[in-house]
Nanobody
Framework: QVQLVESGGGLVQAGGSLRLSCAAS????????MAWYRRPPGKQRELVAA???????NYADSVKGRFTISRDNAKNTVYLQMSSLKPEDTAIYTC?????????WGQGTQVTVSS
């Protein structure tokens, strides 16, 4: 089993930037996909961005051009660089690791964007 711990959340003004980190207790190189999800207040959880072991990434339309996901297998860490933040980006952001027949979730980190 692997444990995931997110960090980097906080309060930021609209237009600002934050970088989230997801540190794994073990190697992430065996995980096909590392992803960031978010749950806005009163809404369902949604996929924000994902990156494969080959480095291929995909994004929700709402964050394309503003967010960048990356993974550092040597540090067992996944990042989400968020720029041009909007109030609608306010949510709990959670990291997920996926491979065949197994997935793991972190506890999440709160991101609040003020207008």
């Amino acid at each position: 089993q692997v444990q995931l711990v997110e960090s980097g959340g906080g309060l930021v003004q609209a237009g600002g930037s934050l970088r989230l980190s997801c540190a794994a207790s073990g190697s992430i190189s065996s995980f096909n996909t590392m992803a960031w999800y978010r749950r806005p207040p009163g809404k369902q959880r949604e996929l924000v961005a994902a990156i494969t072991s080959a480095g291929i990434s995909n994004y929700a339309d709402s964050v394309k051009g503003r967010f960048t996901i990356s993974r550092d297998n040597a540090k067992n860490t996944v990042y989400l660089q968020m720029s041009s933040l909007k109030p609608e980006d306010t949510a709990i952001y959670t990291c997920k690791a996926e491979r065949m027949n197994y997935s793991a979730w972190g506890q999440g980190t709160q991101v609040t964007v003020s207008s």
